[in-house]
T-cell receptor
Framework: AQKITQTQPGMFVQEKEAVTLDCTYD???????LFWYKQPSSGEMIFLIY??????QNATEGRYSLNFQKARKSANLVISASQLGDSAMYFC???????????FGKGTTLSVSS | EAGVAQSPRYKIIEKRQSVAFWCNPI?????LYWYQQILGQGPKLLIQ????????DSQLPKDRFSAERLKGVDSTLKIQPAKLEDSAVYLC???????????FGPGTRLLVL
C-alpha cells in the first residue's frame, strides 16, 4: 500500500527566505506520481506541482520546486522567496499512474512572518 | 475556465439527520472524486467515478453514505443517518482523465451535533 509521511507539523519562516517542506513516500509501484497541494484557511486544495517517477529532472513551477530523490524516496517541496500569502497547510500526495485516488500525508503548517 | 463547484459551503445538522452535498466538476472532466478530510488529517477518498460509473468505493461507509453521478456530470453525496464522527470537510475533485492532475472544489464543512 502507498503511504506518505510528512514529519514536520509546523514550519516558521521569514518573508523572502526559502523553506523546504519534507515528504517521504512508500510505494511498491514502479510508476507513480507525486503531488503537492496548498490548503489555505478557506479550505480549498490548490494544486502546486507534480513529479512523475520517471521524470529525470526535478519539477519547477514559479517559486515552487520539487527536490525528488528517488533512491531515498523523498519528494521535498522548496518554496523560494516566501511571501505572507504562502501561510497555509501543505500536503504531499501520491498516486500510481493507473489513476487511483490520491494518498495524502498529514500535512505541514507553514507560517510566514514579516 | 470555471473551477469545481460545491454546495453548500457549510452545514450544521444533528446526529441521525440526513444531509446531501452537491458537486459540479470542471467541464469535460471525466473523473470525479469525493474525499473526506477530518480535522488535522489529509483527505481520504470516499468514492471515485469515471463518467457515471464507480471506479472505487472501497472506503465508502455504505451503510450510511451513498453517492451518484447521473449523466456523468455533477454528483451528489448523501449521508443518512449522520453520526458525530462524520464532522469533516467533504472535498470534491475532478480530473480530465483517469490519472490526470486533480483539481479540488472549495469543500463543504459539515458539523454534526
Amino acid at each position: 500500500a502507498q503511504k506518505i509521511t510528512q514529519t514536520q507539523p509546523g514550519m516558521f519562516v521569514q518573508e523572502k527566505e526559502a523553506v523546504t517542506l519534507d515528504c517521504t513516500y512508500d510505494t511498491s509501484d514502479q510508476s507513480y506520481g507525486l503531488f503537492w497541494y496548498k490548503q489555505p484557511s478557506s479550505g480549498e486544495m490548490i494544486f502546486l506541482i507534480y513529479q512523475g517517477s520517471y521524470d529525470e529532472q526535478n519539477a519547477t513551477e514559479g517559486r515552487y520546486s520539487l527536490n525528488f530523490q528517488k533512491a531515498r524516496k523523498s519528494a521535498n517541496l522548496v518554496i523560494s522567496a516566501s511571501q505572507l500569502g504562502d501561510s497555509a497547510m501543505y500536503f504531499c500526495a501520491t498516486a500510481n499512474q493507473a489513476g487511483t485516488a490520491l494518498i495524502f500525508g498529514k500535512g505541514t503548517t507553514l507560517s510566514v512572518s514579516s | 475556465e470555471a473551477g469545481v463547484a460545491q454546495s453548500p459551503r457549510y452545514k450544521i445538522i444533528e446526529k441521525r439527520q440526513s444531509v446531501a452535498f452537491w458537486c459540479n466538476p470542471i467541464s469535460g472532466h471525466a473523473t470525479l472524486y469525493w474525499y473526506q478530510q477530518i480535522l488535522g488529517q489529509g483527505p481520504k477518498l470516499l468514492i471515485q467515478f469515471q463518467n457515471n460509473g464507480v471506479v472505487d468505493d472501497s472506503q465508502l461507509p455504505k451503510d450510511r453514505f451513498s453517492a451518484e453521478r447521473l449523466k456523468g456530470v455533477d454528483s451528489t453525496l448523501k449521508i443518512q443517518p449522520a453520526k458525530l464522527e462524520d464532522s469533516a470537510v467533504y472535498l470534491c475533485a475532478s480530473s480530465p482523465w483517469d490519472g490526470g492532475t486533480q483539481y479540488f472544489g472549495p469543500g463543504t464543512r459539515l458539523l454534526v451535533l
